[in-house]
């Protein structure tokens, strides 16, 4: 099968600012029981991802493009761009922002524990 992705837009996603475009490239049914996210994500600039924690799963974002802060689960704040991977452990938490003047865009995959 080929398809291209669904897309979604989610206003103050996480507790973060402005809208955040989701395309997913496959869906929670999809991932047949093993995580609940695949997407392609973009921040437009001054939108961000809330803090939140990962209980039995995890995040890793793959940065394509653009440049952000990624809040780490203490809390320290690290400047990423493309080619950075952000990585959280099981049970930590994470946010991130697009402070800059263009688009922040990255791969997101939640998998279980």
Known sequence: MVRKPTTEIRK???GGNGEVLLEHIVSKEEMNGHGRLYARITLKPGCSIGFHEHIGD????????????FVDNDGSRTEVGPGDVCCIEVGQGH?????SESDLVF????YNE
């Open 107 to 110: 791969m997101a995959l939640i």
């Open 95 to 99: 946010a991130i922002e697009n402070n």
């Open 12 to 14: 103050n996603m996480r």
């Open 58 to 69: 995890t995040e890793p974002y793959f940065i394509l493009e653009g440049k952000g802060i």
